[in-house]
């Protein structure tokens, strides 16, 4: 069964703290994928990466395949960052993913 | 270019109730996949729409029905509603079914079920 473990499940962070949120997984995957999700309630995806290293501005992802482990980085944390961010991977399959229950980040000014 | 577009945002209905909810994906993606997320959870896998046939399917009791149709536009039914059943129901595309592509959410429609 494939399960997605993420922690922590709430981080509270002063502006301009970096941030780190990891994801552990059970099965070997075909993608991991992280997420950001605001109040709202919209989806919107930062990254897909099944190998290395990924960097889009202030936010960085990491993958190690054979501990079967990612992280999510945030340099120079900005009360705009708030949001949930949730991992998930297609655990092999090509058609379904696995969700973790996400991290709250909360950055305060 | 228009992204993920979901209706209705939002409902009621009350329990035994059937609801329709719509979703058009991406410009261009031809796969459609639909989510429950149940409050303070993460997603969770309903079902997968490709060449209007369901592809795989979570495990969802056949309560949750689906249909693509031609544009590749999609619906998520739900018949005869549980108060279980409440959630934000998210629809993503992507491209020929790829889970190694980048998935496009919609903003999601919330069920409320009294």
């Known amino acids: 069964k494939n399960e997605v473990e993420q922690s922590p499940q709430n981080l509270t962070a002063q502006e301009g703290e970096f941030i780190t949120i990891n994801c552990s997984y059970s099965v070997g995957i075909s993608a991991l994928h992280w997420l950001q999700q605001h109040p709202g309630g919209g989806i919107v995806s930062l990254f897909m990466l099944s190998s290395g290293k990924k960097k889009h501005g202030r936010l960085i992802a990491t993958i190690n395949i054979q501990e079967k482990h990612s992280s999510l980085h945030i340099t120079a944390s900005h009360p705009r960052d708030s949001a949930v961010y949730i991992c998930?991977?297609?655990?092999?399959?090509?058609?379904?993913?696995?969700f973790g229950k996400g991290t709250l980040l909360t950055v305060n000014p | 270019d228009a992204g993920v577009t979901q209706s209705p945002t939002h409902l009621i209905k009350t329990r035994g109730q059937q609801v329709t909810l719509r979703c058009s994906p991406k410009?261009?993606?031809?796969?459609v996949s639909w989510y429950q997320q149940a409050l303070g959870q993460g997603p969770q896998f309903i079902f997968q729409y490709y060449e209007e046939e369901e592809r795989q399917r979570g495990n969802f009791p056949d309560r949750f029905s689906g249909h693509q149709f031609p544009n590749y536009s999609s619906e998520l039914n739900v018949n005869a509603l549980l108060l279980g059943d409440s959630a934000l129901y998210l629809c993503?595309?992507?491209?020929?079914?790829?889970?190694?592509?980048?998935?496009?959410f919609g903003e999601g429609s919330r069920l409320t079920v009294l």
């Open positions: 998930a991977n297609s655990g092999g399959s090509n058609y379904k993913l696995t």
């Open positions: 410009s261009g993606h031809d796969t």
């Open positions: 993503a595309s992507s491209l020929s079914g790829a889970q190694t592509g980048e998935l496009f």
